[in-house]
């Protein structure tokens, strides 16, 4: 009997020996979660400092929705954040300082990674991108926009047509400013990289999805809005180089950013937008849509995005008279009612 307890004692302590002995460098194995899922940064906000606007939306701190888009819609991003956190939500850890950039934001809705875009509309190829994943788009105009023709302001030209600027983009066909009755001078092409917003809306409204001229992408693209505005502008003076030369640039970018930049730098004092098709692009030919490149920006879902989603609340918001004064108020153009 005594040599059957010495035995149960001795398993007993075998057992409690080997439970002690894994190695505390064992990896337990994590849920994961689907690959189409993301989840918000922490922001360090509570719902106690949510503002009333927000509490009527029934949007918390818990709740609030991920959302991306252009560098140029950026500022639409950061107003809907202050106003459901109030201006004070500026200084926390949530605020969204950066945009994904046009192309990229649209990628990442697809792959159901944000739950809406602020954006101009999708290109050709995102919404064939869009299809191939088996994702519809659901697009809600939130303010007006136009694509909008530049040169320097030194230039003597004053308008553009459709069929010029097709005519230099698409076949590389007139290559100097005599062509549109201005000056003996060199046309030089400047062109945007593929997945911006502005290079969608040329596509959209001017190329028709055709492929520029291979000269002009390969020697004259620019791979920000920022730089498009400044090689408009200065290149006939050689840019960092200094040396003039004889020519004047052609380039393109969005109206409002352009008003929004030169509230910043003054480069709208050097640059001219060109009238299209004999119409100027003034605000308010944009809002009522008598400008032909008016368009707009958009807050896009994937339609099945569930229709109690809170996102759904913000862009409804968004889209009404408190929304259209807080778009005004960026220096955007609100929708025509």
């Not at 949007?59 to 956190?85: E, H, W």
């Not at 950013?257 to 119409?279: A, C, D, H, P, W």
């Not at 100027?280 to 339609?303: H, K, W």
Request: aromatic share 8%; glycine share 8%; proline share 5%.
């Amino acid at each position: 009997m005594q040599r059957i307890i010495s035995l149960i004692v001795a398993s007993l302590m075998l057992l409690t020996l080997c439970a002690c002995s894994i190695d505390s460098t064992t990896e337990v194995q994590q849920p994961t979660l689907p690959s189409n899922t993301t989840q918000p940064a922490p922001t360090g906000n509570t719902d106690s400092t949510m503002t009333t606007r927000a509490a009527a939306l029934g949007i918390t701190a818990k709740n609030y929705p991920i959302i991306d888009g252009s560098t140029s819609t950026l500022s639409i991003v950061q107003a809907v954040y202050r106003a459901m956190y109030g201006e004070e939500g500026a200084n926390t850890d949530g605020y969204p300082t950066k945009a994904s950039k046009t192309v990229p934001s649209y990628r990442l809705l697809i792959e159901g990674k944000v739950d809406v875009i602020f954006v101009p509309y999708a290109s050709a190829d995102v919404l064939e991108e869009a299809e191939n994943a088996g994702v519809e788009l659901e697009f809600h105009k939130v303010a007006a926009e136009a694509l909008i023709f530049i040169t320097s302001a030194e230039n003597p030209v004053e308008s553009i047509t459709l069929e010029q600027i097709r005519e230099i983009y698409l076949n590389y066909g007139i290559t100097n400013w005599s062509k549109l009755g201005g000056p003996d001078r060199k046309l030089i092409p400047i062109c945007r990289n593929s997945d911006s917003g502005s290079q969608s809306q040329m596509d959209n409204l001017i190329l028709n999805n055709q492929e520029m001229h291979p000269k002009i992408q390969h020697n004259y693209v620019e791979l920000t809005m920022e730089g498009m505005l400044e090689q408009v502008a200065f290149y006939h003076k050689g840019g960092l180089s200094g040396s003039p030369t004889n020519s004047f640039a052609l380039g393109y970018t969005l109206y409002t950013y352009l008003q929004q930049m030169n509230e910043v730098t003054g480069i709208g004092e050097r640059l001219k937008i060109l009238s299209f098709n004999g119409v100027p692009p003034t605000a308010e030919n944009i809002a009522q849509g008598y400008y032909p490149l008016a368009d707009g920006y958009y807050a896009v879902f994937r339609s099945d995005l569930s229709k109690d989603h809170i996102a759904r609340a913000v862009i409804t918001w968004l889209q009404g008279k408190d929304g259209a004064e807080t778009i005004e108020r960026l220096g955007l153009i609100p929708c025509a009612e």
